[in-house]
């Protein structure tokens, strides 16, 4: 039953990959820009983030909330704050707008702790890995760190067949990977940057 769910799901993902160009990815040594400079990457709040408030001079309505699945937060004083795909600090100054219609001059703190992020910013693995997943992005995460995360690949995977699928431009793109020789034969030069948004698919090897 497993081996047909596995089936189906790689179906689905190889029609959708369909009219993708195949390219090879850069090693991790020469990075990918998320902007203009991969050191502007922020952090963005997701569902399922857990987020500290805290307003200074009033604990009363300071505290910890938890991101629904719809992106949102109600505090004491704002109901139904959106809050997914925004950063603490963007979050902080539009929560300080809010408050200033109840309180004079507020100043707010915003802190993520439980770390989910939005689903555009997390790397999804599926296919042959131990733990197949998503995975929420981190700074400089690589394709190594990513492996680590999932466990590595089973027995039965064929890891120098694997694709990156990535959107570039607005349009998706294949890149080949070669997994099997970067965590089974240790060549680093095969240790390619992540990016948020990637899915990694890691086909079965046919003996």
């Known amino acids: 039953m497993n081996k047909i769910k596995y089936l189906s799901t790689l179906c689905i993902v190889m029609f959708w ?78 929560i300080e707008e809010a408050l200033s219609k109840y309180i004079n001059n507020p100043r707010v703190t915003v802190s ?22 998503a995975v929420n992005y981190t ?3 690589t394709l190594l760190d990513l ?7 089973t027995e039965f995977a064929d890891g120098d067949n694997a694709k990156l699928i990535r959107v570039v431009d607005g349009r998706k793109q294949s890149f080949e990977i070669n997994i099997d020789e970067l965590i089974r034969e240790g060549d680093i030069s095969e240790n390619v940057d992540m990016l948020p948004g990637d899915i990694v698919i890691i086909p079965e090897a046919w003996y």
């Open 17 to 94: 990959m369909t009219g993708c160009q195949t390219n090879k990815l850069p090693e991790a040594t020469t990075r990918a820009s998320l902007t203009t400079d991969v050191n502007q990457y922020q952090y963005l709040i997701g569902p399922g983030d857990n987020l500290t408030i805290f307003v200074w001079r009033n604990p009363e309505i300071s505290g910890s909330f938890l991101v629904r699945p719809d992106g949102k937060v109600t505090t004491a004083l704002v109901e139904d704050i959106d809050v997914s795909g925004k950063t603490p600090t963007a979050l902080a100054r539009e």
């Open 112 to 133: 993520v702790t439980g770390f989910q992020g939005p689903l555009s910013e997390q790397v999804r693995v599926i296919g042959e890995a131990t733990n197949p997943k």
């Open 139 to 141: 700074e400089h995460m």
């Open 147 to 153: 492996m680590i995360a999932v466990g590595g690949l």
